[in-house]
Nanobody
Framework: QVQLVESGGGLVQAGGSLRLSCAASGSIFSINAMGWYRQAPGKQRELVAAITRGGSTRHADSVKGRFTISRDNAKNTVSLQMNSLKPEDTAVYVC????????????WGQGTQVTVSS
């Protein structure tokens, strides 16, 4: 089994920055892709960004140029640097992992709240 633990959420003013981290533990050797989803009330769950062990990345159009995903393979940790935050970025951000980006939702973290005030 794989465990994912997120940290770094909080309250920030519009235009500010936050950095989220997700640490993976357990049976992690089959995990080749990790990423972040977000879920806001009344909205569909959205894949924000994902990254493979090789460094290939995907970012949602809504966050391109503002958010950057990165991975420290030695620490089995993925980070999401969020800059120029907007109120519409407010959501619960959930770390996910899987064998590939196509199976990213094999494992889930507990989620961390990000609130951006205007």
């Amino acid at each position: 089994q794989v465990q994912l633990v997120e940290s770094g959420g909080g309250l920030v003013q519009a235009g500010g920055s936050l950095r989220l981290s997700c640490a993976a533990s357990g049976s992690i050797f089959s995990i080749n892709a990790m990423g972040w989803y977000r879920q806001a009330p009344g909205k569909q769950r959205e894949l924000v960004a994902a990254i493979t062990r090789g460094g290939s990345t995907r970012h949602a159009d809504s966050v391109k140029g503002r958010f950057t995903i990165s991975r420290d393979n030695a620490k089995n940790t993925v980070s999401l640097q969020m800059n120029s935050l907007k109120p519409e970025d407010t959501a619960v951000y959930v770390c996910a992992a899987g064998l590939t980006m196509s199976t990213l939702t094999d494992y889930w973290g507990q989620g961390t709240q990000v609130t951006v005030s205007s």
